[in-house]
Each structure stands twice: as structure tokens, then as C-alpha cells.
């Protein structure tokens, strides 16, 4: 029973570049969240999708981010016109609906360098 | 406004206990979790524990709820070098799947 997967597991773009970043939950798992690492932090909460629908955006911010979790295929985390302050660690986490104690799986993370 | 708070640093030395402290202020918590980071890997579950519990036993680890002060510790017994990473609390609130998670406490073994 494979992980969540995140690909890439690092990412290199130039300012003004786009970087997109995918996320597999684990098998059964109907929730997928998303978040921000900064060196040397902890991490905050960016996004939380369920199949075709976005449950709560409030950590992500306005412009530029944006995130989707369609029907079929994986979780998406795209980033347009980026800028040197969004070089993170992006961590990709999920969770089965019902019937279990709230903990949620994390991948390995996709680590954004921008230049 | 929900936060959750731990110390920066741990170091001890090889044999001896660890215990690493958080709190936070979201009384409506209902599960807080240990997490730990080893360099350039994800998060892995540690352990959890229910907000109507005040401790929790797992092998080398201890973890002790206070509800009424919102602090939350993890004790680590006969710490091994292999336990050095960044240890991270984190809450889950009643009205949603979120967690909220601690800055993160880098813990170092000392042989």
C-alpha cells in the first residue's frame, strides 16, 4: 500500500517561472491538504480538497496560488510568476473520510528553489 | 486565535530522556499528535492522544496532556542518536480536519 507520493521531489524555476507540484493520497483516501514548509519553520497550512471540491483555502495566499484535486488524476499545487520567497518545502498530506483518529499521512515533500 | 508553541532546541546525551513541551490555545482541540521530521524526509507519525486522556504510554515514549494549561509533552526514555530530528506538536480543532502544527523542536542526541 504505496504512501502519498509528491512529484517532484525537487523543483528549480527562475523568478516568473511556474512551478506545479502533484500529490497521489494514499489508496482510499478521499482528503488531500496542503502545506508550506519555510527553511528553518514549521509548517502552515495552505489548502484542503476533497475530490472536485476545495473544503477551506484560508492559509493560501491570493494571487498567484492556486490548488485542485480533480475527479481522476492527482492533486495539484501550481504557483505562477514565482518569487524567491516562495523556495519552500510543499508537503502534501491525506486522510480517509470517516473512522479514525484525525491523523493525516504526509508525503516526502517537493522542495522549490526559486533563482 | 489558534497557536501552538514549542522550544526551538533540545540537546541530551545518549541514555538520558528527552522531554519536549508544547501548548497551545485552542481549547476545543480534540486529538493532538507528536510528529518528527528527519532532514529532507516528510512528517511521520510519532503518537497521538485524545484530549479526555492525560497520558499516553507507547514502548520508548510518554506523552502527558494537561487540558487545563493546554500543555502538551513528549518524553523520550534512553534517547538514541537515531532519535535526533525536529519533533512537531500538532492539534486537531472540533469543527475541522485541519491540523495546526508547532514551530518544531530540533532535538539533538549526543553520543
Known amino acids: 500500500n504505496a504512501g502519498v507520493m509528491q512529484n517532484p521531489r525537487h523543483l528549480v524555476r527562475r523568478r516568473g517561472q511556474e512551478a506545479r507540484l502533484r500529490c497521489s493520497p494514499m489508496?482510499?483516501?478521499?482528503?488531500v491538504y496542503w502545506y508550506r514548509q519555510l527553511p528553518e519553520e514549521g509548517l502552515k497550512f495552505m489548502v484542503y480538497?476533497?475530490?472536485?471540491?476545495?473544503?477551506?483555502e484560508s492559509g493560501m495566499p491570493k494571487e498567484r496560488f492556486s490548488a485542485e484535486f480533480p475527479k481522476e488524476g492527482p492533486s495539484i499545487l501550481r504557483i505562477q510568476q514565482v518569487v524567491r520567497g516562495d523556495s519552500a518545502a510543499y508537503f502534501c498530506?491525506?486522510?480517509?473520510?470517516?473512522?479514525?483518529?484525525?491523523?493525516?499521512?504526509f508525503g516526502e515533500g517537493s522542495r522549490l528553489t526559486v533563482l | 486565535g489558534e497557536d501552538v508553541e514549542q522550544s526551538l532546541f533540545l540537546s541530551v546525551r545518549e541514555g538520558d530522556s528527552s522531554v519536549i513541551n508544547c501548548t497551545y490555545t485552542?481549547?476545543?482541540?480534540?486529538?493532538l499528535y507528536w510528529y518528527k521530521q528527519e532532514p529532507g524526509a516528510g512528517l511521520q507519525l510519532l503518537t497521538y492522544?485524545?484530549?479526555?486522556?492525560d497520558m499516553k504510554q507507547d514502548q520508548r515514549l510518554t506523552v502527558l496532556l494537561n487540558k487545563k494549561d493546554k500543555h502538551l509533552s513528549l518524553r523520550i526514555a534512553d534517547t538514541q542518536t537515531g532519535d535526533s530530528a525536529i519533533y512537531f506538536c500538532?492539534?486537531?480543532?472540533?469543527?475541522?480536519?485541519?491540523?495546526?502544527f508547532g514551530g518544531g523542536t530540533r532535538l539533538m542526541v549526543k553520543p
Open positions: 498530506a491525506s486522510s480517509p473520510t470517516t473512522g479514525y483518529t484525525g491523523e493525516l499521512f
Open positions: 489508496k482510499g483516501h478521499s482528503h
Open positions: 480538497l476533497q475530490k472536485e471540491n476545495i473544503i477551506d
Open positions: 485552542d481549547s476545543s482541540s480534540t486529538y
Open positions: 492522544i485524545f484530549s479526555n486522556m
Open positions: 500538532a492539534e486537531r480543532h472540533n469543527a475541522g480536519n485541519m491540523l495546526t
